[in-house]
């Protein structure tokens, strides 16, 4: 009998999903009432014109398998610098490297809270230093 798969695999395997741009693929690894919330006004919803929450496993679904994509075009590349778990929560740190649809160069520190929930991601909390985001896409910090 094979072991379930610790907290922080299911995480692990969850970013391996998200890197397939696979609509079902992705799917698979979230709650039907999944959430998703960053930072209000943060620079790529700011971008893409897109909200700051997703709620439900489809919105996800749709911003991870294809929005995003049309600001970071390529050289997309997600380092983990800290993964650690209590249970059925884990905290990601990870640094984001890509080319935006501008040509800029894309370079910012994250920090997610995950709770999962039957063994699949139920909420995430996003956290990212949100002026650096700004001067990467816009070229400025955001507005006071």
């Known amino acids: 009998?094979?072991?379930?798969?610790?907290?922080?695999?299911?995480?692990?395997?969850?970013?391996?999903?998200?890197?397939?741009?696979?609509?079902?693929?992705?799917?698979?690894?979230?709650?039907?009432?999944?959430?998703?919330?960053?930072?209000?006004?943060?620079?790529?919803?700011?971008?893409?014109e897109h909200t700051h929450e997703m709620l439900g496993r489809e919105a996800i679904v749709q911003f991870l398998s294809k929005e995003m994509h049309r600001l970071f075009v390529k050289d997309l590349a997600l380092t983990f610098t800290g993964l650690f778990s209590d249970g059925p929560v884990v905290i990601l740190e990870q640094r984001l490297q890509?080319?935006?649809?501008?040509?800029?160069?894309?370079?910012?520190?994250?920090c997610f809270i995950i709770e999962l929930q039957d063994g699949r991601i139920h909420r995430v909390r996003e956290y990212m230093d949100t002026q650096r985001g700004f001067r990467c896409i816009f070229g400025q910090p955001a507005a006071a």
Do not use: C, H
């Open 98 to 110: 890509a080319t935006l649809a501008g040509g800029r160069t894309y370079d910012n520190e994250y």
């Open 1 to 48: 009998m094979q072991a379930a798969p610790t907290s922080q695999q299911i995480v692990k395997n969850a970013w391996k999903a998200f890197a397939t741009r696979d609509p079902a693929q992705i799917a698979a690894v979230f709650t039907e009432d999944a959430e998703w919330r960053a930072p209000e006004g943060n620079a790529t919803a700011k971008a893409l």
